[in-house]
Each structure stands twice: as structure tokens, then as C-alpha cells.
């Protein structure tokens, strides 16, 4: 099996920054007073916290002379009069709704030096990067109050060999990955060229995803916010009981090898049909539930993050809009039949939850959010996949060139980010990090590899 490492020469224990002190940028110009209500989809309790990212550049002999850090923070102070509700404030109204409040209190900037090379975190860093805390500004545990509060924390960190980061930590409400990238995209550009204006103009409009004023009766049952079945009313989930120290980081690589050999797991007529997000997802939620023995009769689940945006079964929703849309269909079995049933039975199941997500089923999530206290996305027993390959986090350009890494920075224990990568022999794929306690990543290893294993799939197709 193609893996990364995540501990490259220990550079995440070894380096030092020194931060300055932290400013507000506040937009370069002015921009109106007002009170801007967020979507139903934005405001649910499970997005209510921030979200972390790191874009890692190298340096550029041509850009000698120019600060980095000064560049960037001059390009977010344009960007801003654009986007001017991330620099307000979120106030809660009755019936925990969230508003902006635009009043250009401005965003969080910090610089930062550090005794370090980009060079040291690799050719393709992968997740979590290395140090990441040192990268970021903001990490203080702020639960689910995101009320009062910066929006948008950036740290640019510049290196020694001339190349620099970008760390931000931004609340989830505002934007969703697409959202993210849309915002960087402006400053980037506002970076390369500071009398330009964003290509892509921010859309707000968080009606277009509100609650009917006469919900219908759905024919869904979301059970992303219902807890799963436990025989016996046992709470039980090893995934939220096991202490952080004793969690291990690792990611895998899906390129054109691995996914042929996964391909050779399925029946002859599915082969074709099998979409590379569908192969991925099952075989790492069949793996991950064998690796993590529950009881054969607990029901685990997988969580798919689907992007609603410029899909022809969802409504429309216009270029530039920045806000959270998007839903998370479930798909569920026990673990029992999760391990002794081929890999096709996981792959109909997520196949299955990846048809449900349609506008019907958009606007049931945002109808069944609203009377039920803007719930939290339920964790227990469940892995949630996020396919962010196409989102265009690689692609935000600073100017500077050079890019070496533009992503999360670090990988939630119960889910999993499906991000652009490069195995060792420099072929692209598909890279999933992963976090399981050390007992279960060893077993994990041992069931992926076996699905993945193109000699063992050669034989057994074989045979079929």
C-alpha cells in the first residue's frame, strides 16, 4: 500500500516561529452598515466553528525585495470591501439565528519568522501538517460560541529560504470549502494585481437556502442528526472515547494502480459504473469499521458532504454565492454485514445516500433544522467524507508561484478530507488522511491493503 507519513524530520516538533502582534485589517474602503441574516443551512450547530487551512509557497527570486506578508495583507484589505461581512460580527437572535452584524470591526492579521525551509515539509505535504499550530493564529477552543468574535484569523509566516505560508482559521458559517476558495481566490488576484477587481463577484443572498413558512411533510428521516440504533441503549463508539495521545495520523494514496485493483473487487457489470468517490469511500468505511472491531450487531454509518452547487437535481445557485450548500446523506449497516459482505454491498449503500441528495432533499435538511433548534450533525459511529479534489485549494495563486501545498491543515478524528496528491513516483491521485486510535490503524492497514492489493484482486477476478 501507496502511504505518506506524516512525520516528516521532525520538523513540526523542531521549528520556532516568532509572531508580531496581532492587528485588524478592516476593508481598504467603506462599506455599508447593516445586518445580514445567514442561511438555515449556514447557522445548524454543527458549523459552528472554524475551520482551519495552510497554503505553503516557495520563494521567487523575482519577488525579491517584496514582502509576502505586506502584499497579502494590503490584497485582504480590497478584498474585504467585497466581501464585507467577514470582517462584522455574529449576533444571535431568538430562536438561535445568526446574523452578521456589518460593521467593519475587521479581521485578524499576525506575522510571523520562522527558523525554517518550506523544503522541510516535503515535496507533497499531506495531512496534518507538520506544526500546523505554529502556522495558524486563533486556535483557542471557542466551542460552538462563534458570536462576537473575528470571523477570519490569517497568520503569514515567512520562512527562511524566502518562501511563506498562509494559515487562516475561518467560522464555518460564513463559508463552506468552495466558499474559501472563492474568498482566496479574490485576495490572490487583488495580490497579483492590486487595481483589479475579484473576477468572481461575492454573491450573499442566504435566502435562496432558508425554511419554508409551511414545511412539508419529508419523506426523509436524516439521520445525520439522529443518533444510530444501540442494542441495549449502550453508548458506544471507541472513535469518541479514545484520548488524543493515543489517535494516530496516517494517509493513503489512491492513484490509477489502487483504484484498478478496487475496481477488480466488483462484479464485472459494476466495474464501469463505480465512480472513483464511490470505490474510495466504501473500501476505506468497510476497512476503518473492521479496524475498529465494534460489535457485529452496532450500526455504523458513513456521512457524504455533497455540494449542491451547479448540480442539475438541486436549484440554482448563482456564480459567486459563498455561503455554506450543501447536504450530508447517510448510509448505514451493521458492522457485522459491513465485514462479511463483499465490497460491492458498501458501495450500493454509499451509492445509494449519494442519490438521495437532491433539492428535495436540501430543503427537508433546512426545514427539519429550523423547529429542531439548529441541531449538530451527529458523530457517534460515523465517518464523514468530504471529497475537496476539485475545490481549488491548489490552485490560489499569490503571486509568488511556487505552490507546494494549499488544503486543511489537520484531519478531524471522525472524518476524513479526499485532497489532490502524489505518491512517491510523482503519480497523482486521490490522498485520504485518516485518524484512528494505534490498534485500529494497524488492523486498518491490513484490510486496505488487501482490498487494494492489484495481484490478490488479479487472482480473485480470476476466479469470478
Known amino acids: 500500500m501507496a502511504s505518506h507519513k506524516t512525520h516528516l524530520p521532525s520538523i513540526g516538533k523542531t521549528f520556532t516561529i516568532q509572531r508580531h502582534k496581532p492587528v485588524h ?28 487551512g495552510i497554503h505553503l509557497y516557495k520563494g521567487d527570486p523575482s519577488k525579491k525585495g517584496q514582502d509576502p506578508a505586506r502584499v497579502i495583507r494590503d490584497a485582504l484589505a480590497k478584498a474585504l470591501v467585497y466581501y464585507y461581512p467577514i470582517a462584522g460580527r455574529l449576533r444571535e437572535e431568538a430562536g438561535r439565528k445568526l446574523v452578521v452584524e456589518c460593521n467593519s470591526e475587521g479581521v485578524v492579521f499576525v506575522e510571523a519568522e520562522a527558523d525554517a525551509w518550506v523544503e522541510d515539509f516535503g515535496v507533497a505535504p499531506v495531512l496534518p501538517i507538520p506544526g500546523s499550530e505554529k502556522l495558524l493564529y486563533g486556535l483557542e477552543d471557542y466551542g460552538h460560541d462563534v458570536t462576537n468574535k473575528p470571523l477570519l484569523y490569517i497568520q503569514v509566516t515567512r520562512f527562511k529560504c524566502g518562501g511563506f505560508s498562509l494559515g487562516l482559521q475561518i467560522c464555518h458559517v460564513i463559508a463552506d470549502a468552495p466558499g474559501v476558495v472563492q474568498f482566496l481566490a479574490a485576495v490572490a488576484e487583488l495580490a497579483r494585481d492590486s487595481t483589479s477587481s475579484p473576477s468572481v463577484k461575492p454573491v450573499w443572498d442566504r435566502h435562496l437556502l432558508s425554511a419554508s413558512s409551511t414545511p412539508k411533510n419529508s419523506q426523509f428521516s436524516h439521520l445525520e442528526y439522529h443518533e444510530p440504533k444501540t442494542p441495549n441503549d449502550t453508548a458506544y463508539d471507541i472513535m469518541l472515547t479514545t484520548p488524543s495521545e493515543e489517535m494516530i495520523n496516517r494517509s493513503f494514496f489512491f492513484g490509477p494502480k489502487q483504484l484498478l485493483a478496487l475496481r477488480k473487487c466488483l462484479p464485472l457489470h459494476m466495474r464501469a459504473k463505480a465512480t472513483n468517490f464511490e470505490l474510495i469511500t466504501s473500501a476505506v468505511w468497510k476497512s476503518r469499521s473492521i479496524a475498529l472491531d465494534y460489535p457485529s450487531d452496532l450500526e455504523i454509518r458513513v456521512s457524504l458532504v455533497v455540494n449542491a452547487r451547479g448540480k442539475r437535481r438541486f436549484r440554482e445557485i448563482p456564480e459567486g454565492y459563498y455561503g455554506n450548500a450543501f447536504v450530508c446523506p447517510v448510509a448505514c449497516a451493521t458492522s457485522g454485514k459491513l465485514e462479511e459482505a463483499p465490497l460491492t454491498y458498501a458501495l450500493e449503500l454509499v ?45 490560489v495563486d499569490l503571486g509568488w508561484g511556487g505552490r507546494v501545498f494549499g488544503g486543511p491543515a489537520t484531519v478531524p478524528s471522525s472524518a476524513s478530507y479526499f485532497v489532490k496528491g502524489r505518491n512517491e513516483r510523482g503519480e497523482e491521485g486521490v490522498v485520504v488522511p485518516l485518524c484512528l486510535p494505534e490498534f485500529a490503524m494497524k488492523k486498518f492497514v491490513v484490510e486496505i491493503e488487501g482490498l487494494i492489493s492489484y495481484k490478490k484482486q488479479i487472482e ?3 476466479r469470478m
Do not use: N, W
Not at 478592516?26 to 475551520?51: C, H, M, N, W
Not at 427537508?364 to 475537496?388: E, G, M, N, Q
Open 25 to 52: 485589517v478592516v476593508p481598504a474602503e467603506p462599506t455599508p452598515y447593516e445586518f445580514k441574516p445567514l442561511s438555515d443551512i449556514d447557522d445548524q450547530d454543527g458549523l459552528r466553528f472554524y475551520d482551519t
Open 351 to 395: 451509492r445509494q445516500a449519494k442519490e438521495m441528495a437532491t433539492d428535495e432533499f436540501l430543503q427537508s435538511t433546512i426545514d427539519f433544522l429550523v423547529p429542531h433548534d439548529r441541531p449538530h450533525f451527529v458523530d457517534t459511529r460515523t465517518y464523514v467524507v468530504s471529497d475537496i479534489t476539485r475545490a481549488g485549494f491548489d490552485a
Open 460 to 462: 480473485a477476478s480470476s
